[in-house]
């Protein structure tokens, strides 16, 4: 069974693996470097025979048969030395190994006949000379080939299968034990070819594993690579592809050349996904970028940026009123009703444009610029697009010069407060104050809230903004009477974080005030941004005795939701209602159904904006009780409540 299985073995030794074209690549590549080295062998061994043999043994075996063996290697190892073997054909090394197997017999049984028969000639020395000639020759060989194993135990069967033969049945004791000691050898050797193959393919199959291992590894790194790049909800490119084909345009663009970025941001996304859950926001995101996608086709790159925030790269674009148009037409797209799982859903859409090398040359200048052209679009324009022009420009300057001016300020001394009373014009009494910022800045002079609160917000300033105020608040506060309400207004920035409402309540509780007698007013903005943090915090300042009041009533997206939900304990309905109300009916209507609501809910309704008596006696008509405005009071710095009560009666 053993014998059996070694000459099975043996057997398949002697095939080439065509079914491991890696092994066969690495067989031909060894043996193109190693095959002229073995012919360049066996033509200096024959010639050192030769020569000892010369003059012993007729010229034709010393002379003739040398110089035919000797072009014979000459001409195959230059052969071999000269060929470029295509080892990525595997076909090709099949045809190569094939040769190599049937040249290795041809020269092996040349040689052995001519050395057989040298040996007849001669005394003891030189018959020894053959001896040696066939041992030392035949190892070189195997070396030579001993990456092709079909061809070394060819050359050692024939070479050394035929000299033990040739010894062993000579008669001679001497020749009898060397045939039997190359016997031997002959076994040793086909163990030692059979063990190197082994070891030579583990060798070539491990650096194939490796390699292979290699490939996956570049491979995923690609995919992770394109993976990077790629904003995994909606498929398109992400923020870091975006800024970085963004860097590539700007460095490679020539003095010519002109393009445009874009920035779009979906109005009124929050409460979508607030009230229909993040699966129907994400539905809603990737509808949105396939809309947009279909509208600029594949070569513009697109990208989401974050949120509900897409960026654009538009290049070839630098006519107004074709951006302009194309903004509309993504705008349009964008503001069609969504389905989403079943339910239809409305959203806006604002776009901000920058060109290149027009308003800006570099790609942080482009992107700011129309990241301000969106913001301008969404608090002048919204659903629109705005091309970032001149005046722009004027307006980050002042922005800036307010964001410097807010960072050298000395707050405290430059930041005050002005009181606008709230009127209750059934009792003729001032209802509560309501605490308003003003900044005399020493640098700028006056700068309106409006001005300054944004780029505070925009900045991060705000929340020093608001404690500097507060703190000005509580100490007015307490030269009050104790029964006069006053509303203090938070930023969205300040209502989502917990450190700041807490430190209210402890201001509030340092200064002995009664927290019944504050209101804090908020905007939906601070909903938009964090809904569940701003719920939190409502809820934590009313468990402290403070009220909440909701304001900028009515021009937003989802107020009736936040009444609903929060349980505000005043509205405070937005100027821009009031302000067609002597002239419009859909306005008195709406005003109306507010002022009912409120009554229904038990909360109470301030109408701000009253600017005339025709607003004031409408209001009444209507129901409203609470009002606020220029035509009672403007706002001022010292209370005093007899002077501001003389208003109601105007």
């Given at each position: 069974?053993a014998?059996?299985?070694?000459?099975q073995?043996?057997?398949?030794?002697?095939?080439?693996?065509?079914?491991?074209?890696?092994?066969?690549?690495a067989?031909?590549g060894?043996l193109?470097?190693?095959?002229?080295v073995?012919y360049?062998?066996?033509?200096?061994?024959?010639?050192?025979?030769?020569?000892?043999?010369?003059?012993?043994?007729?010229?034709?075996m010393?002379?003739?048969?040398?110089?035919?063996?000797?072009?014979?290697?000459?001409?195959?190892?230059?052969a071999?030395?000269?060929?470029?073997?295509?080892?990525?054909?595997?076909?090709?090394?099949?045809?190569?190994?094939?040769?190599?197997?049937?040249?290795?017999?041809?020269?092996?049984?040349?040689?052995?006949?001519?050395?057989?028969?040298?040996?007849?000639?001669?005394?003891?020395?030189?018959?020894?000379?053959?001896?040696?000639?066939?041992?030392?020759?035949v190892?070189?060989?195997?070396?030579?080939?001993v990456?092709?194993?079909?061809?070394?135990?060819?050359?050692?069967?024939?070479v050394?299968?035929?000299?033990?033969?040739?010894?062993?049945?000579?008669?001679?004791?001497?020749?009898v034990?060397?045939?039997?000691?190359?016997?031997?050898?002959?076994?040793?050797?086909?163990?030692?070819?059979?063990?190197?193959?082994?070891?030579?393919?583990?060798?070539?199959?491990?650096?194939?594993?490796?390699?292979?291992?290699?490939?996956?590894?570049?491979?995923?790194?690609?995919?992770?690579?394109?993976?990077?790049?790629?904003?995994?909800?909606?498929?398109?490119?992400?923020r870091?592809?975006?800024?970085?084909?963004?860097?590539?345009?700007?460095?490679?663009?020539?003095?010519?050349?002109?393009?445009?970025?874009?920035?779009?941001?979906?109005d009124?996304?929050?409460?979508?996904?607030?009230?229909?859950g993040?699966?129907?926001?994400?539905?809603?995101?990737?509808?949105?970028?396939?809309r947009?996608?279909?509208?600029?086709?594949?070569?513009?790159?697109?990208?989401?940026?974050g949120?509900?925030?897409?960026?654009?790269l538009?290049?070839?674009?630098?006519?107004?009123?074709?951006?302009?148009?194309?903004?509309k037409?993504l705008?349009?797209?964008l503001?069609?009703?969504f389905?989403?799982?079943?339910?239809t859903v409305q959203?806006?859409?604002?776009l901000?444009?920058?060109t290149?090398?027009?308003?800006?040359?570099?790609?942080?200048?482009?992107?700011?610029?129309?990241?301000f052209?969106?913001?301008?679009?969404?608090?002048?324009?919204?659903g629109?697009?705005?091309?970032?022009?001149?005046?722009?420009?004027?307006?980050?300057?002042?922005?800036?010069?307010?964001?410097?001016?807010?960072r050298?300020?000395d707050?405290s001394?430059?930041?005050?407060?002005?009181?606008?009373?709230?009127?209750?014009?059934?009792?003729?009494?001032?209802?509560?104050?309501?605490?308003?910022?003003?900044?005399?800045?020493?640098?700028?002079?006056?700068?309106?809230?409006?001005?300054?609160?944004?780029?505070?917000?925009?900045?991060?300033?705000?929340?020093?903004l608001t404690?500097?105020?507060?703190?000005?608040?509580?100490?007015?506060?307490?030269?009050?009477?104790?029964?006069?309400?006053?509303?203090?207004?938070?930023?969205?920035?300040?209502?989502?974080?917990?450190?700041?409402?807490?430190?209210?309540?402890?201001?509030?509780?340092?200064?002995?005030?009664?927290p019944?007698?504050?209101?804090?007013?908020?905007?939906?903005?601070?909903?938009?941004?964090?809904?569940?943090?701003?719920?939190?915090?409502i809820?934590?300042?009313?468990?402290?005795?403070?009220?909440?009041?909701?304001?900028?009533?009515?021009i937003g997206?989802?107020?009736?939701?936040?009444?609903?939900?929060?349980?505000?304990?005043?509205?405070?309905?937005?100027r821009?209602?009031v302000?067609?109300?002597?002239?419009?009916?859909?306005?008195?209507r709406?005003?109306?159904?507010?002022i009912?609501?409120?009554?229904n809910?038990?909360?109470?309704?301030?109408?701000?904006?009253?600017e005339n008596?025709?607003?004031?006696?409408?209001?009444?008509?209507?129901?409203?009780?609470l009002?606020?405005?220029?035509?009672?009071?403007?706002p001022?710095?010292?209370?005093?409540?007899?002077?501001?009560?003389?208003?109601?009666g105007k």
């Amino acid at each position: 069974m053993a014998a059996g299985s070694f000459w099975q073995g043996f057997a398949d030794t002697l095939k080439i693996r065509t079914d491991k074209p890696e092994l066969l690549r690495a067989q031909v590549g060894a043996l193109s470097r190693q095959i002229p080295v073995l012919y360049m062998l066996l033509l200096a061994n024959a010639v050192a025979l030769a020569y000892t043999h010369y003059g012993t043994a007729p010229d034709w075996m010393t002379v003739h048969a040398v110089i035919v063996l000797g072009v014979i290697c000459i001409f195959r190892a230059v052969a071999w030395n000269r060929a470029r073997v295509d080892i990525d054909d595997v076909d090709v090394c099949i045809k190569h190994l094939k040769r190599i197997r049937v040249l290795a017999v041809v020269i092996s049984v040349l040689f052995t006949l001519w050395a057989i028969t040298m040996f007849d000639y001669g005394d003891a020395y030189q018959r020894g000379h053959v001896a040696y000639f066939i041992s030392i020759t035949v190892v070189g060989c195997i070396f030579c080939l001993v990456n092709f194993p079909p061809a070394a135990l060819l050359v050692v069967a024939i070479v050394l299968g035929t000299f033990v033969f040739f010894f062993g049945t000579s008669g001679n004791e001497v020749y009898v034990a060397i045939a039997v000691n190359m016997a031997l050898v002959s076994l040793m050797i086909i163990q030692i070819i059979r063990s190197f193959y082994a070891n030579f393919s583990g060798l070539i199959q491990t650096q194939n594993d490796l390699e292979a291992q290699h490939q996956t590894m570049i491979e995923l790194s690609r995919q992770n690579e394109a993976l990077a790049l790629i904003d995994p909800l909606t498929g398109l490119s992400n923020r870091r592809a975006f800024f970085s084909v963004l860097e590539d345009t700007v460095n490679a663009a020539t003095e010519n050349e002109t393009f445009a970025v874009a920035m779009i941001d979906l109005d009124g996304f929050k409460p979508v996904n607030d009230v229909h859950g993040h699966p129907s926001g994400d539905e809603l995101l990737q509808q949105a970028g396939r809309r947009l996608r279909k509208v600029l086709g594949h070569e513009t790159l697109l990208a989401r940026l974050g949120g509900d925030e897409f960026g654009l790269l538009l290049k070839g674009y630098d006519d107004a009123l074709e951006l302009i148009a194309l903004g509309k037409e993504l705008c349009d797209a964008l503001n069609r009703p969504f389905v989403l799982n079943g339910v239809t859903v409305q959203v806006s859409a604002s776009l901000g444009f920058a060109t290149y090398p027009t308003v800006a040359r570099s790609p942080n200048g482009l992107f700011e610029r129309a990241d301000f052209a969106l913001y301008h679009a969404k608090k002048n324009a919204r659903g629109e697009a705005v091309l970032f022009a001149a005046h722009h420009e004027t307006l980050i300057r002042h922005d800036s010069q307010i964001e410097q001016a807010l960072r050298k300020a000395d707050l405290s001394t430059e930041l005050s407060l002005h009181y606008q009373p709230v009127f209750d014009i059934r009792s003729g009494q001032v209802s509560s104050l309501e605490a308003l910022a003003r900044w005399e800045s020493a640098q700028m002079g006056a700068v309106s809230p409006g001005t300054f609160f944004p780029v505070a917000e925009k900045t991060g300033q705000v929340g020093f903004l608001t404690r500097v105020l507060f703190e000005k608040l509580m100490v007015d506060m307490q030269d009050w009477p104790e029964n006069l309400p006053v509303s203090f207004n938070l930023s969205a920035r300040d209502i989502v974080l917990s450190d700041t409402v807490e430190w209210l309540i402890d201001e509030i509780k340092k200064h002995r005030i009664d927290p019944g007698r504050l209101t804090f007013e908020v905007t939906e903005t601070a909903f938009l941004r964090d809904f569940e943090a701003a719920r939190t915090s409502i809820r934590y300042l009313r468990d402290h005795g403070a009220r909440i009041a909701l304001d900028d009533f009515g021009i937003g997206y989802s107020s009736l939701r936040y009444v609903h939900e929060l349980e505000f304990d005043v509205l405070k309905v937005d100027r821009s209602f009031v302000a067609p109300l002597s002239h419009n009916e859909r306005s008195r209507r709406i005003v109306k159904t507010v002022i009912d609501m409120c009554q229904n809910l038990g909360i109470d309704c301030v109408l701000e904006g009253i600017e005339n008596d025709s607003q004031r006696d409408v209001i009444i008509t209507l129901g409203g009780r609470l009002m606020q405005g220029y035509f009672f009071a403007r706002p001022v710095r010292e209370v005093k409540l007899d002077a501001l009560a003389e208003g109601v009666g105007k």
